[in-house]
């Protein structure tokens, strides 16, 4: 599984079992996650932060009153960006700690204020295992939510035989996949997404284009494969990859686009339009390149193709989606375009914000939908921000009948 994108939040306690966390975090990284590594004081008994730091290639925060001048993040920054957090191996004492609600480092602090799941994933002698205080610890954690992987039985390192051995590090990994893989909702719809610049040619080497980075495009096919659609992009010229399992088809210029989304339509159920198209083309393409000549220069424009437009007057039951970028009166022509281009949803952002504008990796957004409704989202990456839009998409696919009884979590 690809977890690029993930950010999985590793809290280390003092175990002997720590030192095959080293692998855990290892694996993590290899599938793509970002890893940020917490551990106990007693943990840097085990294994040195400096192993964890080289693996993760992240700071390790090991003090809660450290100076965080080599990280931006305290430990409530940590809790909000984790999408997992896997204790391990998780002792008696911080799964007692957890279960009542104690807060004295940095580990506990961080795993109270976090929302994401957390996996807990113990080790220690068996007796210690078996003791019933641990046990009611166990049951009143697995009632607030928390994620349990039994221990292995087996030798342990003191020499006896029982059950309190971490499991395999290849099994924690698994583990941590199946809750971050998202749910499958998507699932048999098929999704038509375009995203980038079109660039229209003057002659041989100059052409007119426009800021677009394709990252939110991009990120919306990968949001849309993850969740099991079957996902066509249809993409202008940008500097950035194909998420795997997407189906890419290239384009350069609005004419193109046009035709390779035209060409799909009929196969698709949802077009969602994050490309910014450019409205006017050159009148004439030179063949030759234009030679400098005079103080001024005028240029004739046409008209290209509203390719959205089009698709709105032949859209019969499919879901079209229209971004809007906007610099001044977002929400008015959001809404002029929802209406004139007949969608059933627009994803408006107004480029002057900062963290909204082009080539960020994050995005402030508003949608609009047909019914009047007007979702206004806060600052986030622009992979969450697709995966907001989607959540929209997939009410809108399900009808008003199913809308609302599928929220999704986080
Ligand atoms: N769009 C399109 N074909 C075009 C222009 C835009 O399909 N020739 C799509 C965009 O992909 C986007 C939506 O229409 O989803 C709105 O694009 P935008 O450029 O904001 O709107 P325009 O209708 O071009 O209006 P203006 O440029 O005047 O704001």
Redesign the pocket.
């Known amino acids: 599984m690809d977890l690029k994108g993930k950010s999985v939040v590793v809290g280390v306690c003092g175990g002997i079992a720590a030192y095959k966390v080293v692998e855990v975090v290892s694996r993590l990284k290899k599938l793509g996650a970002e890893v940020d590594v917490i551990m106990t004081a007693n943990a840097q008994k085990f294994v040195t932060p400096l192993t964890f730091r080289s693996l993760s290639h992240r700071p390790v925060v090991t003090d809660m009153f450290s100076d965080p001048e080599y990280w931006e993040i305290k430990h409530v920054s940590l809790a909000q960006k984790a999408d997992l957090f896997i204790i391990a191996p998780a002792t008696a004492n911080i799964i007692g700690k957890l279960a009542s609600g104690i807060a004295d480092d940095m580990l506990t602090a961080t795993v109270v204020a976090t929302k994401a799941p957390v996996l807990v994933v113990p080790a220690m002698n068996h007796n210690m295992y078996a003791n019933p205080v641990v046990q009611r610890n166990i049951r009143i954690l697995k009632d607030f939510g928390y994620i349990f992987m039994e221990p292995d039985t087996g030798r342990m390192a003191e020499g006896s035989s029982g059950k309190g051995r971490l499991p395999e590090p290849s099994a924690i990994v698994g583990k941590a996949c199946a809750i971050l893989k998202p749910e499958q909702d998507l699932e048999g719809i098929r999704i038509l997404v375009?995203a980038g610049p079109t660039r229209e040619s003057i002659d041989p080497v100059r052409y007119i284009s426009n800021h677009s980075s394709g990252k939110m495009g991009y990120a919306v096919a990968q949001a849309a494969h993850e969740r099991g659609a079957d996902v066509l992009l249809v993409s202008g010229p940008v500097g950035i990859g194909c998420p795997d399992g997407v189906r890419l088809i290239s384009v350069t210029t609005?004419q193109e686009m046009?035709e390779a989304v035209n060409g799909n339509f009929e196969n698709c159920d949802v077009v969602i339009?994050?490309?910014?198209?450019?409205?006017y083309r050159p009148a004439e393409v030179s063949e030759r390149k234009i030679k400098k000549n005079g103080d001024e220069m005028v240029l004739r424009l046409v008209k290209?193709?509203?390719?959205?437009?089009t698709?709105g007057t032949i859209k019969g039951n499919r879901i079209l989606?229209?971004?809007?970028?906007?610099t001044d009166h977002l929400e008015d022509?959001a809404a002029k375009?929802l209406e004139s281009?007949n969608l059933d949803m627009?994803v408006a952002n107004d480029v002057t914000m900062e963290g909204a504008g082009f080539g960020t990796d994050t995005n402030i957004i508003k949608i609009l939908k047909r019914d009047g409704t007007v979702i206004d989202l806060p600052l986030m990456s622009k992979l969450e921000a697709a995966h907001r839009i989607l959540d929209e998409v997939r009410d809108l696919v399900a009808g008003p009948a199913q809308a609302g009884s599928k929220e999704r979590g986080g």
């Open positions: 375009t609005a046009h339009m994050a490309a910014a198209v450019a409205d290209n193709p509203d390719i959205l437009k698709l989606v229209g971004f809007s970028a906007e022509n375009k281009k627009i």
